[in-house]
């Protein structure tokens, strides 16, 4: 078995992948903290050839990780932000500085649908541009839902917007404060978003797919204008992209990738940036 490790500064996810038929066996997550014990939320490494591991936490939670993953398994990837990889380059100024998760993204965007745009709404929401031929341009980090929310100190009101809510109704004024706040910031998201993404798209004068995944990704993706596909497991796609261990990894074949969606039409962008500005 592959153990795919995804560690945030909150939240730390795994899966367990069958090497010999790709398939995924098991999912779980849990919060993160300075010690990878035994127990009943973490997989049993007995049956774990392989590790591979992307993290955002602290170095001593990383550190710690692989120190004790390295005593029960062979073989431990750590992924870490590059200059060049799979054909892309970092546009960072310090390559290193990138958040791995986000270098991740967009390798595994890249080698499924070429020029990309992935963004990662979790903690933070993140928007990472590569265009055709592999140069990633940089990207933004906007605060993420709950951040936002949090920022409000609102304690025990702070109830978390329903995944399954419709957008018209997450879009209109809220009728009380809950309502008020959870509908303000999915308007800044999405807003964000879509703008960021119309704004990057002309001056770059490419149209690009956009890809979302983490957390809040379901619901940010009710109010885009911009077609796009969900991939939930988008950094674990950069892992498989970066250390392929199975025959599908090889043949660039990656774990839950989605049809890639059409772009939108370059010039419809500018005609959408024109009335905007004109309002």
């Given at each position: ?7 945030g ?29 035994p ?24 550190d ?12 431990v ?19 290193a ?11 595994a ?6 020029g990309?745009?992935?963004?990662d ?8 541009f590569?265009l ?88 940010v ?26 025959a ?32």
């Open positions: 078995m592959i153990l795919d490790l995804d560690i500064n909150t939240l730390s996810k795994w899966r367990l992948k069958d090497i010999a038929s790709s398939e995924i066996r098991s999912r779980g997550a849990i919060w993160t903290r300075e010690e990878w014990r127990g009943p939320d973490i997989p049993d490494l007995d049956v774990v050839t392989a590790v591979r591991i992307s993290s955002v936490a602290r170095r001593a939670v990383l710690e990780t692989v120190t004790l993953l390295r005593q029960q398994v062979s073989k990837y750590v992924a870490r932000s590059t200059r060049e990889r799979l054909g892309v380059v970092n546009g960072y100024e310090i390559p500085r990138l958040g791995v998760d986000r270098w991740l993204g967009a390798l965007s890249y080698q499924l649908a070429g990309c745009c992935s963004v709404c979790g903690s933070a929401i993140t928007i990472d590569v055709p031929g592999g140069r990633h341009i940089g990207g933004y980090i906007i605060p993420g839902l709950r951040l936002m929310k949090e920022s409000l100190h609102l304690g025990t009101r702070n109830v978390a917007i329903d995944s399954n809510s419709e957008a018209d109704g997450l879009l209109a004024p809220g009728t009380n404060t809950i309502e008020a706040v959870n509908h303000g910031i999915f308007m800044a998201a999405i807003s964000a978003v879509n703008r960021i993404y119309f704004e990057v798209c002309d001056r770059e004068d490419v149209s690009l797919p956009l890809l979302l995944t983490g957390g809040d990704a379901r619901v993706s009710r109010g885009l204008r911009i077609p796009h596909a969900l991939w939930p497991d988008m950094v674990y796609a950069g892992l498989e992209a970066c250390y392929p261990l199975t599908a990894e090889r043949a660039g074949r990656f774990s839950g990738a989605p049809h890639v969606p059409k772009a939108v039409d370059i010039e419809k962008i500018r005609l959408g940036l024109a009335f905007s500005t004109l309002l």
